[in-house]
């Protein structure tokens, strides 16, 4: 595919009936606008809690309009193969048990232990291959070539579709927002967001945000072509992109206003605002918007939003991030 090539985004129609899929499993998930968030910000903000979810990350939600997409379509599909640092491996499990899939996912040697275990917990078997996400990525393609199995993209439109629901809530939700902070891994979250917004015909601007440690995605916005570069993030796995998807660069191009960088202190200076403001979990990659958003508070509005997109942190990890302490911001 061409980055000039045209990818047409889910419309209103499409994202409802996507919703309506998905409420047969799990509720939708609130949006809160938290006093001492909105202090420390200086804005009223709201925040989409997708760390409330059956998998604690938004991914569930793609995952479970794929499946079903997939067993309508290929009835002869009987395991499917993905690669994943651990989110979208669980949305994978989660939502291929439903529908009688065998599920096997490829995670880069180093992953979280945690998100292993809680893939494995939904049934999941567990292939270690790679130092990245890329390497996972290219063994998964492997996987499918030498065993006829059906691979699950990273990003494909029916994820996006499902994904999409989470911001159709946040958006009907809330006071109509300046603009809204999304975190980019391989892009489903920020296009969902895009869609959802095209949609419902707002203007809320949508800035997406990725770690200074894995900018891939900021340097090919800038250039208008796919970078690779490499990741060294620490914390924020859930967005350490070495290769962006041209589909995806192609989308946010169109819809988005521009991306921020964060590095990983400002990223556990957001894990530990959540926990201090709010009582809630946040991974690396869940609190990366909320990082932003604080970095960016003279030019963002006086009504924004984030999505806390997932809370699924090593406890080790997290452990010795609150026993950091909050900085001044």
Not at 48 to 56: I, M, S
Not at 82 to 108: C, L, Y
């Amino acid at each position: 595919m061409q980055l000039d090539d045209v990818v047409v985004l889910p419309g209103l129609e499409e994202i409802r009936a996507a919703a309506e899929l998905i409420y047969k499993t799990m509720p939708a998930t609130p949006q809160y606008s938290w006093p001492l968030i909105n202090a420390r910000a200086g804005a009223e903000v709201w925040v989409k809690h997708e760390n409330h979810t059956p998998v604690g990350a938004f991914k569930v939600r793609g995952g479970l309009v794929y499946m079903d997409c997939l067993r309508r379509e290929r009835p002869e599909v009987t395991t499917v193969v993905s690669a994943t640092r651990g989110n979208h491996g669980q949305s994978m499990a989660f939502a291929g048990a439903q529908h009688g899939f065998r599920v096997v996912i490829v995670v880069p040697f180093g992953n979280s232990p945690e998100k292993n275990r809680a893939m494995r917990a939904l049934g999941a078997e567990l292939v270690e291959f790679g130092q990245d996400f890329q390497e996972a990525c290219e063994h998964a393609a492997y996987l499918e070539r030498e065993n006829g199995w059906h691979r699950v993209p990273s990003f494909d439109l029916r994820l996006v579709t499902g994904v999409s629901t989470y911001a159709l809530e946040m958006f009907s939700g809330c006071p109509e927002l300046e603009t809204v902070y999304v975190p980019i891994g391989m892009g489903s979250g920020v296009c969902g967001t895009i869609a959802a917004r095209n949609a419902l015909g707002l203007k809320t601007k949508v800035v997406g945000v990725v770690s200074s440690h894995a900018p891939a995605y900021a340097l090919s916005f800038d250039a208008g072509r796919v970078i690779e570069h490499e990741t060294r993030t620490e914390i924020a796995d859930g967005v350490a992109c070495r290769k962006p998807d041209v589909s995806t660069l192609e989308i946010i191009m169109a819809g988005m206003d521009r991306i921020l960088m964060v590095d990983d202190d400002e990223v556990k200076d957001a894990m530990r605002a959540y926990f201090v403001d709010t009582h809630n979990v946040a991974e690396g990659a869940g609190a990366i918007g909320l990082a932003a958003l604080l970095k960016d508070r003279e030019a963002g509005g006086k009504r924004v939003g984030t999505v806390l997109c997932g809370g699924n942190v090593d406890s080790d990890a997290f452990a010795e991030i609150l026993c950091g302490g909050v900085r001044t911001l």
